[in-house]
């Protein structure tokens, strides 16, 4: 069974950059037909999804970001990071990191966690001076 572990700072402050890390056990970044995503939930509201590397190493990312965001992986290490630039206090929430078995064309519009094949336990953070 794949487990996912994030990891990352729980503070940040504004104009720096955040880097979070999801640790992956149980199953290999590079299993074809799965895609590895970023999503996050800031305080009462819902879910949003950042962005994702597939099997093959492509990326995808929501736009609302405006290139802020990256993901990249270690396939030797079986981890993915995800760093957004620029960070402002609202992004501040709770980070999770996901796999599924649908691409982000359709991933993205998923409204709550358990849609994911399977996620982490997520990471708070928190941007503030």
């Known amino acids: 069974q794949v487990q996912l572990v994030e990891s990352g700072p729980g503070l940040v402050k504004p104009s720096q950059t955040l880097s979070l890390t999801c640790a992956v056990s149980?199953?290999?970044?590079?299993?074809?037909?799965?895609?590895w995503s970023w999503v996050r939930q800031p305080p009462e509201k819902g879910l949003e999804w950042m962005g994702a590397i597939d099997y093959s190493g492509v990326t995808d990312y929501n736009p609302s970001l405006k290139s802020r965001a990256s993901i990249s992986r270690d396939t030797s290490k079986n981890q993915f990071t995800l760093q957004l630039t620029s960070v402002t206090p609202e992004d501040t929430a709770r980070y999770y990191c996901?796999?599924?078995?649908?691409?982000?064309?359709?991933?993205?519009?998923?409204?709550?966690?358990?849609?994911?094949?399977?996620w982490g336990q997520g990471t708070q953070v928190t941007v503030s001076s």
């Open positions: 996901a796999r599924d078995h649908n691409p982000p064309r359709l991933s993205r519009n998923y409204l709550h966690l358990a849609e994911y094949d399977a």
């Open positions: 149980g199953g290999s970044l590079r299993t074809n037909d799965y895609y």
